[in-house]
C-alpha cells in the first residue's frame, strides 16, 4: 500500500500506523521513496533503526519510554514504602511485544535492581490466558507489566480479576488505552 500511495497517488507523505509490525514494514520504503513518513502510534525502536531524513516518530518508542517507566516504578515503591524487586512481564509476540520486552529486560529492570521473576509471550487475541496468569501469580512478581492489544488486555484484567491474582499491574499502551478498554473491562 506505501509503495500504492507513492508510486500512483503521488502522496507527499504518510501518516500512521498503530502496529509496530507495519511501521517498520513501511519504514524503509519511506526511506527508498524520499517520502516523509511520520508514525503516530507504533512503539518498536526497529522503526527508527535506520538513520533517515525520512522517518519520524511522534509518540515516544520503546527505548525512549524507559525513563519514564524507572521514574514510575521508583515512585510505586516509595508509595508501597519498599522498592519493587520483582516483576513479570507478559508480551504479545510481534514487534510491539517483542520490542517493549527487550526494553524492559535489557534497560528498565537492570536500572532499578529488579528481577524478573516470569517473562512470556503468547499470541495475539488469545481465548484463555489463565495458565500463564497462574504462572505470575506464583512468580512472587511485585508488579506485572502487560503488553498487548485491546481483546487481549480485556481478558488478561477478567482473567487476573477471576483467578484473585492482587498484583499492581503497569500496563503498557496498547489495549489498554482508550475509551474501549474503559468501557469494556467492567469492575475488571
Do not use: H, W
Not at 501518516?15 to 513518513?37: D, R
Amino acid at each position: 500500500e506505501m509503495e500504492r500511495l507513492v508510486n500512483e497517488e503521488k502522496v507527499s507523505a504518510v501518516i500512521g500506523t498503530y502496529n509496530s509490525g507495519v511501521g517498520a514494514a513501511i519504514a524503509p520504503l519511506a526511506i527508498k521513496y524520499k517520502t516523509p513518513f511520520m508514525v503516530t502510534n507504533a512503539v518498536s525502536d526497529v522503526i527508527l533503526a535506520e538513520d533517515s531524513n525520512y522517518v519520524f516518530r511522534a509518540n515516544l518508542g520503546d527505548s525512549d519510554a524507559v525513563s519514564s517507566y524507572v521514574n514510575f516504578i521508583k515512585y510505586l515503591g516509595e508509595v508501597r514504602g519498599a522498592p519493587i524487586t520483582k516483576a513479570a512481564i507478559l508480551y504479545e509476540g510481534t514487534d510491539y511485544g517483542q520490542g517493549a520486552y527487550k526494553t524492559f529486560t535489557t534497560k528498565t529492570f537492570p536500572e532499578l535492581n529488579i528481577e524478573c521473576v516470569f517473562a512470556e509471550s503468547f499470541t495475539t487475541d488469545s481465548s484463555d490466558l489463565s495458565t500463564v496468569i497462574n504462572k505470575i501469580k506464583a512468580s512472587g512478581a511485585e508488579v506485572v507489566i502487560p503488553v498487548m492489544f485491546l481483546n487481549d488486555a480485556l481478558l488478561f484484567s477478567r482473567q487476573m480479576k477471576e483467578f484473585k491474582v492482587d498484583i499492581p499491574v503497569i500496563a503498557y499502551g496498547g489495549g489498554f488505552l482508550g475509551d474501549d478498554y474503559v468501557n469494556q473491562a467492567g469492575d475488571a
